[in-house]
């Protein structure tokens, strides 16, 4: 049995095979949100095959399965990076998981440098698109035609507009811009991130791409959401620390979670 069939089976054990309508991926500090879980039924990631171990203080590793604003939600608290393994797929089968659970969509948050002043520490930023710096893809090895994985609108327009609509309800100010995936865990040099903003992005980061790549894979819908808990290097003086981050994202946690409820109350009214 595959690590997939084998996790989709402890899942559908837990929660007698209930669907799920939305995955949710929450990055580095902002596991507060999955306390907004209704009814939640939760699983350690060490309970299902080929969920990673998560390392990086932020990152429970569990999974969540209940309702936020009524929407059956399946949350992923906690993610395992690139930089943790060296292994660009090990999201994998926790991505796939989603799609097998009956997930159209998949939201995902991380925190992440600014490149634009105007866009400091706690705000929130909507990913449009993304840059792949790394040079690595989680499909690496892959066989079989559906590893050549079309990212034309890999940022679902639709998705963004009720983001958008959320934001614009909750009185959010909800900046947009290109997300840039460098490795890490190194921070980025400032050479680097002038570099960055030649090619065109807004913000950089160690996360989400791959997570993106996967989801488009399995057919899944997609919105990304930054939380920005620093200027990136150069663009400010200060030098950065884990601590800082982790500090920041706490600070906004509070309004991604406000802009997610906001979305998610009327996830469904957009169906009628
Ligand atoms: N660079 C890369 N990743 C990050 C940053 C940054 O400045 N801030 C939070 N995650």
Redesign the pocket.
């Given at each position: 049995m595959s690590d997939v069939d084998a996790a989709t089976d402890v899942i559908n054990g837990r929660t007698g095979g209930a669907q799920f309508r939305v995955g949710l991926i929450l990055g580095?500090g902002l596991g507060a949100l999955a306390d907004a879980v209704e009814g939640a039924t939760i699983i350690p990631y060490g309970d299902l095959p080929g969920f990673p171990a998560t390392g990086v203080a932020g990152h429970e590793g569990r999974l969540l399965l209940g309702h936020l604003a009524g929407v059956p939600v399946a949350v992923l608290q906690g993610r395992a990076h690139y930089y943790e393994t060296g292994c660009a797929d090990v999201m994998k089968i926790p991505v796939r998981a989603l799609a097998r659970l009956g997930c159209e969509s998949l939201l995902l948050t991380?925190?992440?440098?600014s490149l634009e002043p105007d866009a400091g520490p706690g705000s929130v930023m909507l990913i449009t698109d993304h840059i792949n710096f790394t040079g690595v893809s989680p499909l690496f090895g892959e066989t079989g035609n559906d590893r050549f994985v079309d990212l034309t609108g890999a940022y679902d327009a639709d998705l963004a507009g009720r983001l958008r609509d959320a934001a614009r309800r909750e009185r959010i100010a909800l900046p947009e811009g290109v997300y840039m995936w460098?490795s890490?865990p190194h921070?980025?040099t400032a050479a680097e991130v002038r570099a960055a903003r030649m090619l065109g992005a807004n913000a950089?980061?160690?996360s989400t791409v791959p997570e993106v790549i996967l989801a488009r894979q399995a057919g899944l819908r997609v919105a990304a959401l930054s939380i920005i808990?620093?200027?990136?290097?150069g663009v400010a003086e200060a030098p950065?620390t884990h601590a800082v981050?982790m500090e920041n994202?706490a600070g906004a946690a509070t309004t991604v979670q406000r802009l997610l409820l906001a979305f998610f109350a009327a996830y469904g009214d957009h169906e009628k």
């Open positions: 580095s991380n925190a992440a440098g460098f890490g921070y980025e950089v980061g160690m808990t620093n200027l990136a290097t950065l981050v994202a």
